[in-house]
């Protein structure tokens, strides 16, 4: 019979990795995260509720060594500082770790490049790498960004996924190894979301249980697509979405928007509503009221800035580029005649032009020329998500989405939405951040934006789960024709 399986999460963020294993029957042994404001979220979420009765908990943690840290089940560390750790280490070895996870920075690595100091990126990978070695685990999940697995011919070098491939499997007693490339989407979550994934398989539990491992990418697919795709690789989760049902950006936030308050939700919201399954008891008894919905502060705009949002709302419904209101575009409309812009407007645009609120915008060509020339933007990033489909990959910078129906960005909690986490798990610490202070602060946005989905990570964590129940049963069989 197997017991939760034991799992350690590297790089962990505020936590979406690890709270898709929990909810798939892995209880975790401890996490680690350098930066204090992803940390608090996961302390928060996984540890103990940080609120007014708790006085300065979070600090006093921050304040106790590695190992008092693991003790409690967060290391707000580099992980070098763990590495240090020998007796830890030995300890971790020698209890029997079932699981190392997480997403290491990989952009620089190399395998040439090992011992090159001046570069972090790469040294926090083979910082991942050593840990497993020193610890064993027999299960190990690296995963990163859908770019991870394109080759850099321009430097005559293999893509940093593919290098990472060949270490882990010669690292520590060997792993065979299955690449993935898996989205979101097709495992619950209504987000398009591609991210690549390394599952290595200790070399002692491959052969007990004759496990299976291609070099090639194996790429998800919705579940009615999956046999037309080809063999799912022993290691890969099987998908649980058809097409016809894929999560829409209605589903995930649509019971979010006054106009819709009241009215049945999706099923995808009020389970995520509703969800409490991968809370402890000591963290469900402090958790908000059912229904009750955290981190949805809506961000205050300018009139310009919501008109424009209210603008491109409009554009969207007619079928027209919001490239309109960008600089870039207007100069060249310019360059063609002094009506340049109208004219183009005219040719794209249906009048009147009118919000999805009803708030008529523009009645003429020229009326609404003179209007973009003033709600002009350098930005090209910005667009409208529409209701009807997955939302495409949540980044950490909130400006780029506008509300399919409000002049507005979206909130913390619509994001998290998409992403899947349920409404129960809270982000900590100031919402958003800008300039310098993106290189070291990690805001709610962020965390959100980093995380690994949950229904992403519950998906992988079930395969492993039963891939770890198969080798314990076979075990629990040879032990009885020994006895």
């Known amino acids: 019979m197997l017991d939760r399986p034991k799992y350690i999460d590297l790089f962990a963020g505020c936590g979406g990795l690890s709270l898709g294993l929990e909810q798939a029957g892995f209880e975790l042994r401890f996490a680690v995260e350098k930066s204090p404001m992803a940390a608090e979220t996961f ?190 690789p022993f290691l890969a989760p099987t998908t649980s979405v058809k097409i016809a049902d894929v999560r829409t950006v209605k589903d995930a936030i649509a019971d979010l928007s006054p106009a819709n308050i009241g009215k049945r939700r999706s099923a995808y919201a009020k389970e995520l509503a509703t969800d409490r399954s991968w809370m402890r008891d000591s963290i469900r008894q402090f958790a908000p009221r059912r229904n009750a919905v955290p981190n949805h502060q809506q961000r205050s705009h300018s009139e310009k800035v919501a008109l424009r949002f209210r603008t491109y709302q409009a554009l969207w419904e007619c079928g027209a580029s919001s490239e309109l209101l960008t600089y870039g575009y207007q100069a060249k409309a310019l360059e063609e005649s002094p009506d340049g812009l109208k004219q183009r407007i005219a040719k794209l645009v249906t009048f009147p032009l009118v919000g999805p609120d009803g708030v008529v915008i523009a009645k003429t060509a020229a009326q609404a020329a003179r209007l973009f020339k003033e709600l002009a933007t350098k930005k090209h990033s910005q667009r409208v998500l529409p209701w009807d489909k997955p939302s495409p990959t949540v980044l950490s910078i909130p400006d780029d989405f506008v509300h399919p129906a409000e002049p507005r960005t979206m909130t913390v909690r619509e994001l998290a939405r998409f992403q899947s986490f349920p409404d129960a798990f809270e982000f900590r610490g100031k919402e958003t951040t800008g300039g310098i202070k993106r290189r070291t602060e990690v805001p709610q946005y962020t965390q959100v934006g980093n995380a690994v989905p949950p229904k992403l990570a519950y998906a992988v964590g079930k395969r492993l789960y039963e891939i770890l129940a198969m080798e314990c049963s076979m075990e629990e069989s040879t032990d009885f024709e020994i006895a």
Request: proline content about 4%; glycine content about 10%.
């Open 43 to 232: 302390y928060h979420n996984f540890v103990r509720r940080i609120g007014p009765d708790s006085g300065s908990c979070f600090s006093q943690h921050l304040s106790l060594t590695v190992g008092e840290q693991a003790g409690q089940r967060l290391v707000v560390r580099p992980l070098s500082d763990v590495l240090n750790e020998k007796g830890l280490l030995h300890e971790l070895k020698e209890e029997g770790i079932d699981l190392v996870a997480g997403g290491p920075p990989c952009q620089g690595f190399s395998l040439a490049g090992r011992r090159n100091p001046s570069d972090e990126r790469n040294q926090l990978a083979w910082q991942f790498l050593d840990f497993v070695e020193a610890v064993s685990p027999k299960v190990v999940l690296i995963e990163n960004v859908a770019g991870m697995q394109q080759d850099f011919r321009k430097h005559g070098s293999e893509a940093a996924f593919g290098q990472i491939h060949k270490a882990l499997e010669q690292t520590g007693l060997g792993y065979s190894v299955q690449p993935m490339l898996l989205n979101a989407m097709h495992f619950g979550a209504a987000q398009h979301r591609p991210r690549v994934m390394l599952v290595g398989l200790r070399s002692d539990i491959y052969q007990t249980i004759a496990a299976t491992v291609s070099d090639i990418l194996w790429r998800s697919s919705f579940a009615d697509c999956t046999k037309l795709a080809g063999n799912v």
